[in-house]
C-alpha cells in the first residue's frame, strides 16, 4: 500500500468540513430547545452539515435565521431507511460566512441528547410511591413524541390501584371484608344417620361421637366422611363459597376487590438518533 504525504495524513486527521453544502445530505427538520423547555419548529429554511469534529458541529443556512445563543437547537437528517433522525447541539455561536448564509456553531449536549443517547426509556417503579414513572419529565417525552423525536412503544400490561394508580399486590381474601384471615371450615358426614355437621360438633374428648343418633367411636371411612364446607373470615365471622382475589396498594394501602383494579398499559419511548460522528473522519 503506497504511503501518504504529510499533507494527506494532516487531511485525514482534521475535521470534517464542505464549503459547498450538497455534500452532506440536507437537514430535514430543524427545532429550537428553549430555556424554559420548549421545543419550537423554526420556520422551513434549508441547511446543512458543513463540519463535523469531537468537539464541535456547524450547520449552515441559505436563510437568514437569528439563533439566541445559549439556547439548543435540534435538528433531523433522512437515514438511508427513510427515518429522519435527529441530534442536539448547544448553540455557542454563530455567525454569517463570506457567501451571506448564516452558520451556526455548536456542540452536542443537552436534555433531549441525554434522551438520544439511551436506546429506549422505560418507566421503573418509584420506591416510594409505588407508582410507575420515568427518569426524565413524561410532559418532555410526550412532546418529543409529538414532534416524531421519540416513538411511543408498547412494553406491558399491569393491574394498578384503582384509587392512586399504585401497584398492588393480591391474596384471596373475604368476600365481605377483604381479610385475609379466613379458613375452610371442615364438616363431618355420618352414613347411618345421615347427619352433617361441623367437626367441633363430633369430637368429644379424643372421640368422635354423632351430635344426632349418639353413635360414639365412629371411623373415618367406614362411619363419617370429611367434606369441605363454606369458607369463613376470622374478623368479620361471615360465611362465603370461595375466597375472592383481594387487592392490597402497596402506595396508598386502599384495599379492593381485584375485578375493580385499573389495566394499565406501560409504554415506552424509542429515540430516533442521529449518529452525528458517523460523519467524522476515521481515526
Not at 424554559?36 to 468537539?55: C, I, P, Q, T
Not at 429522519?84 to 451556526?104: C, H, L, M, P, W
Amino acid at each position: 500500500m503506497p504511503r501518504r504525504t504529510p499533507a494527506e495524513e494532516q487531511a485525514a486527521s482534521s475535521p470534517v468540513r464542505r464549503d459547498s453544502p450538497s455534500t452532506f445530505p440536507p437537514l430535514s427538520d430543524i427545532l429550537v430547545f428553549q430555556k424554559d423547555e420548549v421545543l419550537a419548529r423554526v420556520a422551513k429554511v434549508r441547511g446543512w452539515l458543513v463540519e463535523v469534529s469531537s468537539r464541535d458541529i456547524e450547520l449552515e443556512f441559505q436563510t437568514s435565521v437569528r439563533f439566541p445563543e445559549d439556547d439548543h437547537l435540534v435538528f433531523g437528517m433522512d437515514a438511508l431507511n427513510g427515518e429522519t433522525q435527529y441530534a442536539e447541539i448547544n448553540i455557542d455561536n454563530f455567525y454569517r460566512s463570506s457567501s451571506g448564509k448564516v452558520r451556526v456553531v455548536g456542540h452536542s449536549a443537552g436534555v433531549v441528547q441525554d434522551i438520544l443517547n439511551q436506546p429506549l426509556h422505560a418507566p421503573y417503579l418509584c420506591p416510594k410511591t409505588h407508582t410507575f414513572r420515568f427518569a426524565h419529565p413524561e410532559s418532555l417525552l410526550r412532546q418529543l413524541c409529538g414532534l416524531g423525536i421519540v416513538e411511543e412503544a408498547f412494553l406491558d400490561r399491569v393491574e394498578v390501584c384503582p384509587n392512586c394508580s399504585g401497584l398492588p399486590t393480591f391474596r384471596p381474601g373475604c368476600q365481605h371484608c377483604g381479610s385475609p384471615r379466613t379458613t375452610l371450615d371442615r364438616l363431618i358426614h355420618h352414613f347411618a344417620c345421615g347427619y352433617v355437621g361441623f367437626v367441633s360438633e363430633f369430637e368429644d374428648a379424643g372421640r368422635i361421637i354423632c351430635p344426632k343418633c349418639r353413635t360414639k367411636d365412629l371411623v373415618v371411612g367406614a362411619d363419617f366422611e370429611y367434606i369441605d364446607g363454606a369458607h369463613r373470615c376470622f374478623d368479620c365471622a361471615q360465611h362465603f363459597e370461595k375466597p375472592e382475589r383481594i387487592g392490597h396498594c402497596l402506595g396508598c394501602d386502599f384495599r379492593f376487590p381485584a375485578q375493580q383494579a385499573d389495566l394499565h398499559d406501560l409504554m415506552g419511548f424509542r429515540p430516533k438518533r442521529l449518529d452525528i460522528l458517523a460523519f467524522s473522519p476515521a481515526s
